[in-house]
């Protein structure tokens, strides 16, 4: 068989030069076939790594080599194993508004209709009566779903046997085959008959009832994982088909792909901003609550950025496009949790290495259930249906479904909540963080200096803020923005400024309403001669508070001190509730900082934070963290900055800011997509309860057929009950990961 490589027809869809590729894998039943298509793919001396998803359908391969040579090898190896593959589009590559399309639910409509008349006589019994169909009438309707409705198990199954390995597929294609036909060896001979046309011993009904079963039992399962890729549809959906942009001097409307770097877009009230970008005119209020999680609409005016997906709230805005297509964050997000989602947990790997000899251990469990029966009663009929229970009842989905479909809804909300997990390992280990080591600036605190306090010789803060203003109208550091800002606050207009002039280490001079003043430094004070006595002792408790203060004194003629400025960097409103989520969670906080001893002692004292490790230097914070982990605490590092990139590798689980730099969002495992410290703590709850919803979904699989098979064995459970058993135990696993959805978090 020739097997050809089907492709995405958009171009960007993939790299044929990269060494990852995913595949999307048809056919997959159960955790065996996963075994089956990595071990097909793992022979290939190219691979270097394969990992399949259940509850995704496709395989992640990473191999050596030109993958224009590579894929036809791959796809061929899966074909030999028997399932079909294609190439995937890789998330956020081309825009996709669609989904995973819906199960069809008309089989089971179909089979439940043609079993139904086969169960009724059942349900009569008990009431002494006799609705029994004559034995061809059970045949004619049992047969289409046996072999019509039920073909996909046989294909499935041969396919399986060609490849002398087993599935699911196989245990049902055997289980029903074995009712199907032991009850035409009784309706073809007279062992059936009493005489009066009646065939009340005939097990149809067993056959049709338990595909039937197994039908609703997939149907009720592809519905339920549909929902849990839900996240990538609802971040594929925020990609608007068409953008409006600026070309040759007119507005045309070009599909959203077409948009180039550095082009104007213009977005009116109401539409959603189709590329990320800045705003170049106009002022609004965009809605980014589906990518960020903040629930608030935020201000935006020339100069802003905007990320595409999100909504313009009222005003018309041109924004220049700053990433397009493939590398904007809505893209790039997408990109994140569908590689979360199909990476595998290392508990996934136990579960695997257990299916693959799951299916060999039912089929000799079933042989030994028929010959037992057999040479114990001598009632074949009895042997052949306990030995079909046994095959039905074990289905090894439930296990291979657990652990996928829990980190696939997991990631999924905590991405709608603004989390962003970018691989299981991190989801993994983050239930077990006990330490999470924060960095100050602009994690916990705003990052940004504020002005704190004016304090006046004279008594008169607001004059000598006015002055301040004044002689920093001109400069553009950190600090004359905090002035300004405040003397804006506080309405207090800003005097003409003359001659302004700065002095380089040390502060600036101006002359205003003719007065020559200087703003800086105590060092520079000093250096001018002006006497700081009146309130030094006030700017020494400052100081020790962790604020930087600077001077305004009049320099012309004898050099006369004004007042102070004290600066401090805000405390964020949100860092005292994260600290205390926290604890609440048992974990341990600390604070590391390269700040001065007294700043960050402020900062903590103000959180509730007891230890404090300050004046770290940039390439020190990665041995903090490994001195933290030292005594075997799973430790967290929560930083933003490209100093706290080398800390965020180092710690078992890294957590950066997406307002910081692109340095420390690569090297964490996790990103926030706000600068809020809570979503710290809604992390890892989420970790925890998506942890805990793998554990109870590998339990319940397991008791499913620990308790399931002895008694099919034991003929305890007939076909039918098995069937049931066994479709519930997979739907029941998924349902179970999907209540993962309604979580909230702290931060929402």
Do not use: F, Y
């Given at each position: 068989m020739q097997h050809t490589l089907e492709r995405p027809a958009s171009p960007a869809s993939i790299d044929l030069d990269e060494s990852t590729v995913e595949l999307s894998i048809e056919g997959m039943t159960c955790a065996s076939c996963v075994v089956r298509v990595e071990k097909a793919l793992g022979r290939l001396p190219e691979v270097t790594l394969a990992e399949v998803n259940l509850a995704t359908e496709k395989a992640s391969v990473s191999f050596a080599g030109r993958s224009a040579d590579v894929l036809p090898g791959l796809v061929a190896a899966v074909a030999k194993a028997g399932y079909g593959a294609t190439i995937a589009p890789r998330a956020g590559a081309v825009p996709v508004t669609g989904g995973a399309a819906a199960p069809q639910w008309w089989p089971v409509a179909v089979s439940a209709a043609l079993s139904l008349p086969l169960v009724l006589p059942m349900l009569a019994m008990p009431f002494g009566e006799d609705w029994s169909l004559p034995g061809w009438w059970q045949m004619l309707l049992a047969s289409p779903v046996q072999f019509w409705l039920g073909a996909r198990f046989y294909r499935s199954a041969w396919k399986a046997v060609k490849a002398r390995a087993g599935n699911m597929d196989l245990l049902v294609a055997l289980g029903t085959s074995a009712a199907y036909g032991l009850s035409v060896y009784l309706l073809a001979t007279d062992n059936a008959h009493d005489g009066h046309g009646a065939a009340p011993h005939l097990y149809f009904e067993a056959s049709a009832v338990v595909i039937t079963l197994v039908l609703l039992g997939k149907w009720l399962e592809n519905r339920a994982k549909r929902q849990t890729t839900e996240a990538i549809r609802a971040l594929n959906a925020l990609r608007p088909d068409t953008a409006r942009v600026r070309r040759g001097g007119a507005e045309l409307e070009i599909p959203a792909v077409q948009v180039r770097l550095g082009e104007v877009v213009v977005v009116r009230p109401g539409e959603r901003v189709p590329v990320d970008g800045e705003v170049l005119e106009g002022a609004t209020h965009v809605d980014e609550s589906l990518i960020t999680g903040e629930s608030l609409p935020v201000a935006k005016a020339a100069g802003a950025r905007v990320v595409g997906g999100s909504v313009n709230a009222e005003g018309l805005i041109a924004v220049r496009a700053t990433a397009v297509g493939a590398e904007s964050t809505l893209s790039r997000i997408a990109r994140l949790v569908e590689s979360a989602q199909a990476k595998k947990a290392s508990i996934q790997r136990l579960v695997d290495r257990v299916s693959a000899v799951f299916v060999p251990v039912v089929l000799g469990i079933a042989l030994v259930t028929l010959i037992g029966w057999a040479l114990a009663t001598g009632d074949w009929e009895r042997a052949i249906l306990n030995a079909?229970?046994?095959?039905?009842?074990?289905?090894?989905?439930?296990?291979?479904?657990?652990?996928?479909?829990?980190?696939?809804?997991?990631?999924?909300?905590a991405a709608r909540r603004g989390i962003l997990i970018k691989d299981a390992e991190a989801l993994e280990l983050a239930h077990r963080v006990g330490i999470v080591a924060f960095d100050k600036t602009g994690t916990l605190t705003d990052g940004m200096p504020q002005l704190v306090t004016a304090e006046a010789v004279d008594g008169d803060p607001d004059g000598l803020l006015r002055l301040a203003a004044s002689v920093q109208s001109a400069s553009e550091h950190?600090?004359?923005?905090?002035?300004?800002?405040?003397?804006?606050?506080?309405?207090?207009?800003?005097?003409?400024?003359?001659?302004?002039?700065?002095?380089?280490?040390?502060?600036?001079?101006?002359?205003?309403?003719?007065?020559?003043?200087?703003?800086?430094?105590?060092?520079?004070m000093q250096e001018l001669g002006v006497d700081l006595s009146a309130l030094a002792s006030r700017a020494a408790e400052l100081e020790s508070q962790g604020r930087t203060v600077s001077w305004l004194a009049e320099t012309g003629g004898a050099p006369r001190l004004l007042g102070l400025l004290a600066f401090g960097d805000a405390v964020k409103a949100s860092a005292r509730e994260a600290i205390d989520s926290l604890g609440?969670?048992?974990?341990?906080?600390?604070?590391?900082?390269?700040?001065?001893?007294?700043?960050?002692?402020?900062?903590?004292?103000?959180l509730g934070i007891d230890e404090v490790r300050a004046e770290v230097l940039p390439a020190d914070k990665a041995q903090v963290v490994t001195d933290l982990k030292a005594d075997g605490a799973v430790v967290a590092m929560v930083g933003d900055g490209i100093n706290d990139a080398p800390a965020l590798a180092a710690s078992d689980v890294g957590f950066s800011m997406s307002t910081g730099t692109e340095v420390a969002m690569h090297a964490a495992g996790v990103t926030l997509m706000r600068g809020d410290p809570r979503l710290v703590a809604d992390a890892i709850e989420i970790s925890r309860k998506t942890y805990a919803k793998i554990r109870q979904g590998l339990f319940w699989a397991f008791a499913y057929n620990v308790v399931g098979i002895p008694l099919a064995a034991f003929g305890l459970l007939n076909p039918m009950l098995a069937g049931a058993a066994m479709a519930f135990s997979s739907v029941s696993v998924v349902a179970n990961a999907l209540t993962l959805r309604r979580w909230k978090g702290r931060a929402s």
């Open positions: 079909v229970a046994v095959l039905v009842i074990a289905c090894p989905c439930a296990l291979g479904l657990a652990t996928p479909t829990a980190i696939m809804a997991g990631t999924g909300v950190p600090l004359a923005r905090a002035v300004l800002e405040a003397a804006r606050q506080q309405r207090i207009a800003v005097a003409q400024v003359q001659g302004a002039e700065a002095v380089a280490g040390r502060g600036i001079l101006a002359r205003v309403e003719g007065r020559a003043l200087g703003l800086g430094s105590s060092r520079w609440s969670l048992g974990v341990k906080v600390i604070m590391v900082s390269g700040d001065n001893r007294g700043a960050a002692a402020a900062v903590a004292r103000e």
